[in-house]
């Protein structure tokens, strides 16, 4: 039996009015990504210090179902790598109940030139993860879109004046 293709999919999203440096506090933070993720109302530190490589985060009521018949849908993350100065940082599930399994993501926010401050970011969400049953690469591309933006229009919306 062949092995099946790992899924791979990037999505980014521009913002014009604030930098790199005004939206790099709210991703490193990875024990508050509840505060941007939408329909995530949990997250919480489990082990390690957070924003360092090793420490994990258990995060709650998810925006994708559970498979396992729950009422609600949980991850246990692992921030893997952390580079402050090239503001990235990678992460993967280590457990969850959401039928994912040997996923890895990297965020990373670019500086650009836009808006009237003459100022901009982009931040990009890259992943790989085994395919999902009941689930499309397409859909899931999509989904990481939806919620890119919402997140980072959140990040922006908290960003002081």
Same mark, same amino acid.
């Given at each position: 039996?062949?092995?099946?293709?790992?899924?791979?999919?990037?999505?980014?999203? $521009?913002?014009?009015?604030?930098?790199?440096?005004?939206?790099?506090?709210?991703?490193?933070?990875?024990?508050?990504?509840?505060?941007?993720?939408?329909?995530?109302?949990?997250?919480?530190?489990?082990?390690?210090?957070?924003?360092?490589?090793?420490? $994990?985060?258990?995060?709650?009521?998810?925006?994708?179902?559970?498979?396992?018949?729950?009422?609600?849908?949980?991850?246990?993350?692992?921030?893997?790598?952390?580079?402050?100065?090239?503001?990235?940082?990678?992460?993967?599930?280590?457990?969850?109940?959401?039928?994912?399994?040997?996923?890895?993501?990297?965020?990373?926010?670019?500086?650009?030139?836009?808006?009237?401050?003459?100022?901009?970011?982009?931040?990009?969400?890259?992943?790989?993860?085994?395919?999902?049953?009941?689930?499309?690469?397409?859909?899931? #591309?999509?989904?990481?879109?939806?919620?890119?933006? $919402?997140?980072?229009?959140?990040?922006?919306?908290? #960003?002081?004046?």
């Amino acid at each position: 039996m062949a092995e099946q293709k790992k899924w791979e999919g990037t999505v980014s999203t $521009i913002l014009e009015n604030v930098n790199a440096d005004q939206i790099w506090p709210f991703w490193k933070d990875f024990f508050s990504v509840h505060k941007w993720f939408p329909g995530n109302t949990t997250c919480e530190g489990i082990h390690g210090n957070n924003g360092e490589a090793g420490c $994990i985060r258990y995060c709650g009521d998810l925006p994708v179902p559970a498979v396992d018949g729950a009422a609600s849908s949980w991850t246990k993350e692992r921030l893997i790598a952390i580079d402050h100065n090239e503001k990235s940082f990678s992460y993967e599930i280590l457990d969850c109940n959401i039928g994912v399994k040997s996923y890895v993501a990297n965020v990373k926010i670019y500086p650009v030139v836009a808006g009237e401050n003459g100022g901009g970011c982009r931040t990009e969400w890259r992943f790989t993860v085994d395919p999902v049953e009941g689930w499309s690469l397409e859909d899931t #591309v999509r989904n990481y879109e939806v919620w890119l933006k $919402i997140m980072v229009k959140n990040m922006e919306a908290a #960003v002081p004046k």
